[in-house]
């Protein structure tokens, strides 16, 4: 997320402070308010009787607050959005939201790949090319985050995550189109506490970045560049 790090005059994306679970009207005043917070997060739903998007808490109950009035009172307030969304069906009226509204700091949209692909209804689920697709041709400055539970009890060997890496890798070579990303891995652990089962997840974050000219020879690939079209081939 070096882009909106830059944008803030910050050295590492590191130093972004963020708030998370943005669900009511005072919270987001209070974060809004707040010069220390560069992002605010929040999770959005989008049910069969809603109009538009909402935001809520992972367990659920009513809404105080709509997706645009929050792009909006962030936008005022010089703050960068993250949307982590949990409906697959909200993925395309939030990108005609952002689309619209077109706030000045590049947007973080999340899925969780795993939750997309295995929705309530098979009629709902979203492929990760479909999101990364969507959001990179209506918003190219958005910054594309594709996360995962990893080792969970169905997945104890480890072979999904292998597979979902791979079908990420092949969508960063050969079918993002015209616009650089740069790519960024971030992965946390969080142990079980008073009962409470710990949790392991992953994340690859694709960060538009400014047009650059082709590379026409192994020389101007630097030293910690490695290829994935020999693994590519090998998983093929």
Known sequence: MQSLATAFGLAHSAD?????SIVTEATLANACADPALHVLEANVFFEESDA???LKGFRGGPAELDLASFITQASLANKAIKLD???P?????AVALLALLR???PPILHADVFALLAPKK???????E???????????RAIISLGWSLKRVSDIDGRVEEALVMQLAAMLTERLGPTHYGLEIRAGYHPT?????GERGAALLLDPLPTMPPAHSSASVGGNVISLLPRLRRVA
């Open 122 to 128: 098979a009629s709902d689920a979203l492929e990760p």
């Open 16 to 20: 972004l402070q963020w708030v998370h």
């Open 103 to 105: 706030p000045e700091l």
């Open 193 to 197: 506490r008073n009962g409470v089962a």
């Open 130 to 140: 479909q999101f990364v697709r969507m959001v990179a041709t209506r918003l190219p």
């Open 89 to 93: 069906n909200a993925v395309e009226p």
């Open 85 to 87: 969304f949990h409906s």
């Open 52 to 54: 538009v998007p909402l």
